[in-house]
């Protein structure tokens, strides 16, 4: 029986099985940030404990920060408190921190793979949820607790069980105007917020094959809002072209060893996975979500089914049997881990050149690192942006999540390139409306919903 990438990465980092049948795992890179990481810090002074290997361990600013002023003092007391104590820790502990100011600041699973940190086949943790997001690359690569954070920090190590693998197979020519934001949306829609509970997700298929790195980065951001520990997707020349020659990719005399090794990274063709599904791209269209999980999402061009869930739909304002199309939003953010890099940042720019946002909306930009923010200027995207209207900020995590001065008004519609719509997210009793950043940069221009492929 041949193995899936899943176990190929899995059982190479196995160091040992405990009773009960969990297993050590070894972790390869561990990245920090200033939220998650504090009591592990503490954790450890108090245990009189250093940190295994600190050269495996890269630290970043991100979710508090600020995104305008950043050369100015936090005005935000929990927040300046929060960086404060990132940096203060990763001097006294000698780790990496790119905090405000460094040229390698971002939000950390954008700084990661543009530096070429993450590199296939690596096992990949980090204190924050959507660390799926390096599957991208041929990663496993998970979000993982404070508790476990320390762990790490002292071990280098996980106690773990061993998750269920699904394989999600596309295949087909994407519609006009469809991205891969729109493909995980469509996914989670149809297998719902719980659906890869259990599982390490594999995304597979010729659809998936075409994409970008940016886009398949985008697809495995979102993997867990299905319940899934994590998604991957197997390594292939475009990963290979993407790494080569960024800071920490392998220099030229290690090069040919690094893809030898690469290059056997897939699934076997008699690979056995625990649950299969496929979907047809063709079907798929723009999409947005109308509830309050990732998994209460349309095509723009369909109605709201009857949902059980009541209470979401009150929340946001809208009915069953409704159509969004035409619906009038106040707020529009494109940024986050899920598809704030120079790629969406250029599509929003191609679309919105010559054009100018509704009055009424607030449209914010947010690259996702220094070097994003640094590219755009460079191509004139900022230019671009300041003539229709719309604000680009300096990077961090901003409205994705209400941790930061970047909050969307109680009861005010936001379309958003971000990953979660829960309840009070962009802010308490705000309304949150996910979609791509092209149906996003159509919404500002329009000041409403609209359907992008009769746009493009």
Same mark, same amino acid.
């Given at each position: 029986?041949?193995?899936?990438?899943?176990?190929?990465?899995? %059982?190479?980092?196995?160091?040992?099985?405990?009773?009960?049948?969990?297993?050590?795992?070894?972790? %390869?890179? $561990?990245?920090? $940030?200033?939220?998650?990481?504090?009591?592990?810090?503490?954790?450890?002074?108090? !245990?009189?404990?250093?940190?295994? !290997?600190?050269?495996?361990?890269?630290?970043?600013?991100?979710?508090?920060? +600020?995104?305008?002023?950043?050369?100015?003092?936090? &005005?935000?007391?929990?927040?300046?408190?929060?960086?404060?104590?990132?940096?203060?820790?990763?001097?006294?502990?000698?780790?990496?921190?790119?905090?405000?100011?460094?040229?390698?600041? #971002?939000?950390?699973?954008?700084? #990661?793979?543009?530096?070429?940190?993450?590199?296939?086949?690596?096992?990949?943790?980090?204190? %924050?949820? $959507?660390?799926?997001?390096?599957?991208?690359?041929?990663?496993?690569?998970?979000?993982?607790?404070?508790?476990?954070?320390?762990?790490?920090?002292?071990?280098?190590?996980?106690?773990?069980?061993?998750?269920?693998?699904?394989?999600?197979?596309?295949?087909?020519?994407?519609?006009?105007?469809? &991205?891969?934001?729109?493909?995980?949306?469509?996914?989670?829609?149809?297998?719902?917020?719980?659906?890869?509970?259990?599982?390490?997700?594999?995304?597979?298929?010729?659809?998936?094959?075409? @994409?970008?790195?940016?886009?398949?980065?985008?697809?495995?951001?979102?993997?867990?809002?299905?319940?899934?520990?994590?998604?991957?997707?197997?390594?292939?020349?475009?990963?290979?072209?993407?790494?080569?020659?960024?800071?920490?990719?392998?220099?030229?005399?290690?090069?040919?060893?690094?893809?030898?090794?690469?290059?056997?990274?897939?699934?076997?063709?008699?690979?056995?996975?625990?649950?299969?599904?496929?979907?047809?791209?063709?079907?798929?269209?723009?999409?947005?979500?109308?509830?309050?999980?990732?998994?209460? #999402?349309?095509?723009?061009?369909?109605?709201?089914?009857?949902?059980?869930?009541?209470?979401?739909?009150?929340?946001?304002?809208?009915?069953?049997?409704?159509?969004? @199309?035409?619906?009038?939003?106040?707020?529009?953010?494109?940024?986050?881990?899920?598809?704030?890099?120079?790629? %969406?940042?250029?599509?929003?720019?191609?679309?919105?050149?010559?054009?100018?946002?509704?009055? $009424?909306?607030?449209?914010?930009?947010?690259?996702?690192?220094?070097?994003?923010?640094?590219?755009?200027?460079?191509?004139?995207?900022?230019?671009?942006?300041?003539?229709?209207?719309?604000?680009?900020?300096? +990077?961090?995590?901003?409205?994705?999540?209400?941790?930061?001065?970047?909050?969307?008004?109680?009861?005010?519609?936001?379309? &958003?390139?971000?990953? !979660?719509?829960?309840?009070?997210?962009?802010?308490? #009793?705000?309304?949150?409306?996910?979609?791509s950043p092209l149906t996003a940069a159509a919404a500002a221009v329009e000041g409403k919903l609209v359907d992008v492929t009769n746009m493009v």
């Amino acid at each position: 029986m041949g193995k899936t990438l899943f176990d190929k990465i899995w %059982d190479a980092h196995i160091v040992t099985t405990v009773e009960g049948g969990k297993q050590v795992v070894y972790i %390869d890179q $561990h990245y920090i $940030h200033e939220v998650t990481s504090p009591q592990a810090f503490n954790g450890l002074k108090t !245990r009189n404990i250093d940190l295994r !290997r600190k050269d495996k361990i890269i630290a970043t600013t991100d979710h508090n920060v +600020p995104t305008k002023d950043q050369h100015l003092p936090i &005005s935000e007391p929990l927040s300046r408190k929060q960086v404060e104590t990132l940096l203060y820790n990763c001097e006294t502990f000698g780790v990496t921190c790119y905090g405000l100011g460094h040229k390698n600041q #971002g939000i950390v699973h954008v700084i #990661g793979p543009e530096l070429g940190i993450t590199k296939p086949g690596m096992t990949i943790v980090c204190g %924050d949820s $959507h660390t799926s997001t390096h599957g991208a690359f041929g990663c496993i690569a998970f979000g993982i607790g404070t508790s476990q954070v320390e762990q790490v920090m002292a071990t280098q190590c996980l106690i773990l069980n061993k998750p269920k693998k699904m394989r999600i197979t596309i295949n087909g020519i994407l519609p006009k105007g469809v &991205s891969s934001k729109d493909i995980v949306l469509y996914i989670i829609s149809k297998l719902t917020a719980s659906g890869g509970t259990e599982h390490f997700i594999e995304f597979a298929g010729d659809t998936i094959s075409t @994409l970008s790195m940016e886009a398949r980065m985008t697809i495995c951001n979102m993997s867990i809002e299905m319940g899934a520990r994590g998604g991957l997707i197997a390594p292939d020349q475009k990963t290979f072209d993407y790494i080569k020659g960024r800071k920490h990719a392998p220099d030229e005399e290690t090069w040919e060893e690094a893809i030898q090794f690469w290059e056997t990274l897939y699934s076997d063709d008699d690979a056995d996975f625990d649950t299969e599904y496929s979907f047809n791209a063709e079907d798929i269209g723009p999409m947005v979500t109308y509830g309050t999980n990732p998994g209460m #999402g349309i095509r723009i061009m369909d109605k709201i089914p009857s949902d059980k869930n009541s209470k979401a739909l009150e929340y946001m304002g809208l009915r069953t049997g409704e159509s969004l @199309l035409g619906k009038e939003i106040q707020y529009v953010f494109i940024g986050s881990c899920t598809n704030s890099r120079i790629e %969406d940042l250029r599509q929003v720019a191609q679309f919105v050149k010559g054009k100018h946002k509704a009055k $009424h909306i607030t449209a914010l930009i947010v690259p996702g690192s220094k070097a994003v923010e640094e590219q755009a200027k460079k191509e004139g995207l900022d230019k671009i942006f300041a003539a229709a209207g719309f604000e680009l900020r300096e +990077p961090g995590c901003s409205a994705c999540l209400g941790m930061n001065e970047d909050k969307v008004p109680a009861g005010q519609y936001c379309v &958003s390139t971000s990953n !979660r719509n829960f309840e009070g997210r962009q802010g308490p #009793g705000a309304r949150t409306i996910l979609a791509s950043p092209l149906t996003a940069a159509a919404a500002a221009v329009e000041g409403k919903l609209v359907d992008v492929t009769n746009m493009v």
